[in-house]
């Protein structure tokens, strides 16, 4: 018996709005952007734009957001675990991660949602021998 053959799906990476996100609506099943809930609704509005221009179902891309995440019993706990590299390299992205308590991380998966993700690929910038239960407190802070 021949498995069958699953479709594969291209996810493109990017934030480019005149050809990243062009070639998003052309050729990809997904998209995966950076940017705080603002900058990616405005990206998703102007990849909206372009699934127009090529006569694309823009529902049918799946949206796709990278965000840091460290998790506190405090806003002041979760900020002071963001190592100094961090900081340096991502510091235009921290306003919309998801770092804080978790009530402050709710209000900002609801931004994320109402800003059109669909999916978000959490970035945990911790040692690894604290990944792991940092994974554990998402996953019972907010999948149940």
Known sequence: ????ISRRALLIGGSGEKVTLKLVAK???????FGDPAALERKFAILKDHCQNVGRDYDS?????????????TDEQALAQVPEEVKNQFANRLDGALIGSPDTIRKHLAAYEAAGVQELLLIIPVQPTAQLEMI???AREFIG
């Not at 050729?27 to 952007?33: I, T």
């Not at 891309?61 to 019993?73: F, M, P, Q, S, Y």
Request: with cysteine.
């Open 1 to 4: 018996m021949v498995p069958s």
């Open 27 to 33: 050729y990809g099943d997904a998209c995966n952007v």
């Open 61 to 73: 891309i799946h949206r796709t957001a990278g965000v840091i995440c460290l998790i506190g019993d």
């Open 136 to 138: 554990r407190r998402f």
